[in-house]
Structures are given as C-alpha cells and as structure tokens.
C-alpha cells in the first residue's frame, strides 16, 4: 500500500485467525498494530483513533448482519489521517482494498520477504497500540517490543506451559492482556495454538481433547462458569 515504517495500523476483526495474522504481518513489515475492541461503538473508535493518526484500518465486510465495511468506510471520512480501508470478504464497497487474497492456500505470485532495518535497539520501538480507559475516556498506550514480551513471559512462567504445548484460545487479542495471554505464550513457547470462534462449550471441549491442549485460555467470566460443567471432567487423562 505504500505506507510507510511505523504507520499505525487499526485492526478490527472478529475472525480470530485473521486478527492474529493481521496483528503479526502487520509488526513484521515494522507498522504499529492497533487492535480494536469488536464491540466499540462508532463514537469510541472515532475517540480511539483520533488520538492516534491512524494510517489505514483492517476490517472484514460483514459481523452477522452488521455491514462492517461500510461502518470503516465512515470512520475513515471522519478521520482525516486514514489513507486506506482494507477488509476480507465479499461483496466489499467501493473504496475499500480486498484481503482475501492475501491469505488464500493457492494464492500465486507472493511477495517478495520483507527486509528493512532499523536503527537502535529494534526491541525499543513501538510495536502495538492498546487502550485502556481512565474516568470515562479511552486512552491510547503504546506499546514496545520488550512490553509486549514482558506481558508473555510473565503469562509464560505463571501458568508453567512446558515447551511446544497446545494452547487452546477463545480469547481475541483486541487487547493488551488479549495478546498477552494468547498471542506471546504461544510464539514465547514454541507450541501450537489452536483458536476457538465463537464460543461453544461442548465444541471447545473436543478441541480440547482431540488436539490434547495443556492449556485452555477462556474469558473471565466464562473461566468462573466452567468448573460447574463437566466439559473438562477427563483432565487427569491428559
């Protein structure tokens, strides 16, 4: 697309095999992921944004029913520094660039490795933008290389994953602790991860058990409801 080293990137996906592949192709052509929140509403990510000088946005054309692609269309007239609206999909409105492409198992002519160097210590440069909110307003955290792996190592060694585990997620990475808990250990292990979309009990329980998980990462308030069922009763057998 043209866009320079460091432009922040806002990604907005609901799909969490194209989020991570979203979030790791755009740190390694040395551009500033933005992951946002799925649910946010227009007015927070017009907030969210306008404080940053986002570069382009990430979407995907549909969530359900929702026209998501035209909601980026619209966030991009209200905020004068995006450049380009790219999504996957079909049936994409005008204006905005097709990633499908970009991802498909057959896909011919792929681009040449990305090589470019960077001055200094490469770790010190900022990689991701997360948020978090303070009395009622989102505030934009940026985030560098050795932040980021601090947050992984320290999932790393508080959960005790041995080397090349199989990590189980229904987490999206839309946050700083989103990619902490998924995204780091994982890369930080050598393992596999295994991605779970949308939330199924019964279904996460055979993930589980055919890809024989060491570790299952659920949100908070699903991890409280899970020891009353008994989707996870043959544990020892692991």
């Not at 409105?93 to 499908?100: K, T």
């Not at 040449?112 to 978090?132: L, M």
């Not at 989103?178 to 939330?199: N, R």
Request: proline fraction near 7%; include cysteine.
């Amino acid at each position: 697309m043209g866009l320079p080293t460091d432009a922040i990137i806002g990604i907005q996906l609901p799909n969490i095999v194209e989020n991570i592949l979203t979030i790791l192709g755009v740190m390694r052509a040395e551009m500033i992921a933005v992951p946002l929140p799925l649910l946010w509403r227009r007015a927070e990510t017009i907030e969210a944004l306008g404080r940053i000088g986002v570069k382009a946005l990430i979407t995907c054309s549909h969530v359900g029913t929702f026209h998501h692609a035209d909601l980026a269309l619209h966030l991009a007239a209200e905020l004068f520094s995006v450049r380009y609206v790219c999504a996957f999909g079909q049936n994409l409105p005008d204006g905005v660039v097709p990633f499908d492409d970009l991802i498909a198992a057959d896909a011919s002519d792929p681009a040449a490795p990305y090589d470019c160097e960077r001055k200094g210590n490469a770790s010190s440069h900022v990689a991701a933008v997360t948020f978090d909110t303070c009395e009622g307003s989102i505030v934009p955290v940026a985030r560098n290389h050795s932040e980021l792996l601090a947050g992984g190592l320290a999932v790393l060694l508080e959960s005790r994953l041995s080397p090349e585990a199989n990590i189980l997620s229904a987490l999206a990475p839309a946050s700083f602790a989103g990619i902490s808990v998924t995204l780091l250990p994982w890369l930080l292990s050598g393992g596999t991860l295994i991605l779970h979309h949308p939330f199924e009990p019964d279904i996460l329980a055979r993930q589980r058990q055919n890809h024989r998980c060491g570790a299952v990462i659920v949100p908070g308030p699903v991890a409280f409801a899970l020891p009353e069922t008994s989707i996870f009763a043959d544990t020892a057998q692991l």
